[in-house]
């Protein structure tokens, strides 16, 4: 019997009825594509500077699932087409405002957020068009197969891709060394992501349900499915149960606090613990499936003792450091978990549309609001600072400001956990949280909103520290007689003045990083004859000297050549793959003069690596600018 292979035309016509069926959705697909092209043609410094690449690239990675959310939840309701395209505008419009609201720069806050939210919308995506069955006082099979087709066409979606990826990037090496073509390697990120993107959503979308009568159809379960469920993942859930039951009687036996790490344990046990009773949920009434919701009731009944070793374990550390954002939703899983197995002890097993329908609500209320983690968190950790600086004597008239000089000597445990706390809001760019108990402002300076993250979370708790004058104490010390040393450091680019027009810059350095052509400024002043520049050229081969014009554009003065230094010393001292050798200082001085203007360049160190026909130049070392008067 020959095997039918898809046609183009019927491969075309299925592509297009998706398209039709889910334009929005992919055309986040094709959004993440493009701004994953621009990103790969980035190079690392340029890519900080680009102010829209997380807000686009996170507004597209939670538009995929809201719109497809929607559209489906349109077709099982039969929504009119006003309803349908009104809530999809509406959904445009929630990303528009995500991307008015997001940082440039993705922090520990944002990527919590963004994590839910993500979780949120993709359980919106499975319980959304069924949401009228929370209603019903029994399961029925078309909720079940609808989500059991989505998993399934989610992993051969990633298969296909996977094996694309693999497949296509041997193909390219073949090319390149079967033909001595030179492939370029960032051809390799662009199929990873056409193929990560617009292929995997597309494909995915193809398999999408699309009449949902046929879904409450009785159909026969897969065996390959129960055998998984039955000999692969209750064994392990089991197990888990065991080693965390011998756990808790020795920490009964012992009477000690549990560690804080047998929280994600526990979590674990519960995840896998409900997804093998959800796929084993349709034949759990069969007679000879008894054991199904035997097994079901005792490990509900079980989660119970564990559940409460869970809330003990991360009680003792929000009593001692307070909430955090992780603490927060270990504590709200733990109570969804609490929720979840009564309801089902009470119910037999029945209503499984209230897992995704419940968890999605806790998600998105823990993503934004009052409530959510990042506010309870806050709030939390100001509580604490308060309450360490009233029972220390820290405040006067209310602020902080000077505490340190008021008691210089604080336990080296309470000094690390003011540390912490300043680092928790610094690091969430969050310092102004705490301007109620500080009268130096903590806001950001204009300059540096639009600086890297390290150098704004670097200001903000220098800031805090400063201001408070409180000592920053390392969290992992543990000696109270440690040593408090203080480092600095001289701004790399600046210069100093020697008088009579001489200039010395103490840091001169260029290093070439792969695939990074860009020209790169390594050193400014801006002195009474002027402002100047040195500029890297040809891959760090060319240093040019540099002024700004009456114009206001700069005006190349002279060049040194590091390039051709390293190119002849190689030639001379390099006969294996990695040479390293010592010179006297004058074999890496250059100097040229143009005009009232003496340039020096002592170079430190000069490498030469060279990949094929590409040759790029690392240096390091001082410079002395001499401008005579004219």
Same mark, same amino acid.
């Given at each position: 019997m020959a095997i039918k292979l898809p046609s183009l035309q019927r491969l075309t016509a299925e592509a297009a009825r998706v398209a039709r069926r889910f334009?929005?959705?992919?055309?986040?697909?094709?959004?993440?594509?493009?701004?994953?092209? &621009?990103?790969?043609?980035?190079?690392?410094?340029?890519?900080?500077?680009?102010?829209?690449?997380?807000?686009?690239?996170?507004?597209?990675? @939670?538009?995929?699932?809201?719109?497809?959310?929607?559209?489906?939840?349109? /077709?099982?309701?039969?929504?009119?087409?006003?309803?349908?395209?009104?809530? @999809?505008?509406?959904?445009?419009?929630?990303?528009?405002?995500?991307?008015?609201?997001?940082?440039?720069?993705?922090?520990?806050t944002w990527g919590i957020r963004l994590a839910l939210l993500l979780l949120a919308l993709h359980l919106a995506v499975a319980a959304g068009p069924y949401v009228s069955e929370l209603r019903g006082r029994a399961d029925t099979p078309g909720f079940w197969r609808y989500n059991e087709t989505l998993f399934l066409r989610i992993l051969t979606a990633g298969l296909y891709s996977g094996v694309l990826f693999v497949g296509c990037s041997l193909a390219l090496v073949a090319i390149d060394n079967l033909f001595d073509v030179k492939v370029n390697e960032r051809l390799y990120a662009y199929l990873f992501v056409v193929l990560a993107t617009v292929f995997n959503t597309w494909f995915f979308l193809a398999g999408v349900p699309r009449n949902f009568d046929e879904l409450e159809q009785e159909a026969v379960y897969p065996k390959g499915l129960k055998l998984f469920t039955q000999f692969v993942l209750l064994p392990l859930v089991v197990l888990y149960l065991v080693i965390l039951y011998a756990y808790l009687a020795r920490i009964v036996g012992l009477w000690t606090l549990p560690k804080g790490w047998v929280s994600t344990l526990i979590l674990a046990l519960a995840v896998a613990g409900i997804f093998a009773l959800l796929l084993i949920h349709p034949i759990r009434q069969a007679a000879e499936n008894t054991w199904i919701r035997t097994f079901a009731r005792w490990f509900y009944l079980a989660l119970f003792p564990l559940l409460g070793l869970l809330a003990v374990a991360i009680g003792t550390r929000v009593g001692e450091y307070g909430v955090t954002e992780e603490r927060y939703i270990v504590l709200v899983l733990a109570a969804w978990l609490f929720c979840m197995a009564i309801y089902f002890l009470v119910r037999r097993g029945q209503g499984i549309i209230w897992i995704p329908a419940s968890l999605a609500l806790v998600a998105f209320l823990a993503a934004v609001g009052p409530l959510s983690a990042f506010a309870v968190a806050q709030r939390s950790q100001r509580g604490q600072l308060r309450e360490i600086s009233l029972r220390y004597?820290?405040?006067?008239?209310?602020?902080?400001?000077?505490?340190?000089?008021?008691?210089? &000597?604080?336990?080296?445990?309470?000094?690390?956990?003011?540390?912490?706390?300043?680092?928790?809001?610094? /690091?969430?760019?969050?310092?102004?949280?705490?301007?109620?108990?500080?009268?130096?402002?903590?806001?950001?300076?204009?300059? %540096?909103?639009?600086?890297?993250?390290?150098?704004?979370?670097?200001?903000?708790?220098?800031?805090?520290?400063?201001?408070?004058?409180?000592?920053?104490?390392?969290?992992?010390?543990?000696?109270?007689?440690?040593?408090?040393?203080?480092?600095?450091?001289?701004?790399?680019?600046?210069?100093?003045?020697?008088?009579?027009?001489?200039?010395?810059?103490?840091?001169?350095?260029?290093?070439?990083?792969?695939?990074?052509?860009?020209?790169?400024?390594?050193?400014?002043?801006?002195?009474?004859?002027?402002?100047?520049?040195?500029?890297?050229?040809?891959?760090?081969?060319?240093? %040019?000297?540099?002024?700004?014009?009456?114009?206001?554009?700069?005006?190349?003065? @002279?060049?040194?050549?590091?390039?051709?230094?390293?190119?002849?010393?190689?030639?001379?001292?390099?006969?294996?793959?990695?040479? &390293?050798?010592?010179?006297?200082a004058t074999n890496l001085t250059l100097r040229a003069t143009a005009g009232n203007i003496r340039f020096q360049l002592f170079m430190r160190e000069l490498t030469r690596h060279q990949q094929q026909n590409t040759v790029g130049y690392d240096f390091e070392g001082q410079a002395l600018l001499e401008i005579a008067q004219p």
């Open positions: 334009p929005l959705t992919l055309l986040c697909a094709f959004v993440l594509c493009g701004v994953g092209f &621009y990103v790969i043609d980035l190079d690392n410094e340029a890519e900080q500077n680009v102010q829209w690449l997380f807000p686009a690239l996170s507004a597209a990675g @939670l538009g995929l699932s809201l719109t497809l959310a929607l559209a489906l939840t349109a /077709e099982r309701y039969h929504w009119r087409p006003g309803l349908r395209w009104g809530s @999809l505008a509406g959904a445009l419009g929630l990303l528009g405002l995500w991307y008015g609201l997001a940082p440039a720069q993705l922090d520990t004597k820290l405040l006067k008239d209310g602020k902080l400001d000077g505490a340190g000089k008021r008691v210089p &000597y604080l336990p080296l445990a309470v000094r690390q956990r003011i540390s912490s706390i300043f680092h928790f809001f610094a /690091e969430r760019n969050a310092a102004e949280q705490l301007q109620p108990l500080f009268t130096a402002s903590l806001q950001l300076p204009d300059a %540096l909103l639009a600086g890297t993250k390290w150098e704004q979370v670097q200001w903000q708790s220098n800031q805090l520290f400063a201001v408070s004058l409180l000592v920053r104490a390392d969290p992992e010390a543990t000696d109270q007689a440690q040593e408090i040393s203080a480092s600095f450091a001289a701004d790399a680019t600046e210069y100093l003045k020697l008088g009579d027009g001489r200039y010395w810059w103490a840091n001169v350095r260029f290093t070439q990083y792969p695939h990074d052509s860009t020209d790169k400024v390594v050193a400014t002043a801006s002195v009474r004859e002027g402002s100047f520049r040195l500029r890297t050229q040809e891959r760090g081969r060319t240093l %040019l000297l540099e002024q700004l014009g009456a114009n206001q554009r700069w005006q190349p003065r @002279l060049s040194v050549f590091p390039g051709r230094v390293a190119d002849s010393l190689a030639r001379q001292h390099s006969h294996n793959q990695r040479t &390293y050798l010592q010179l006297p």
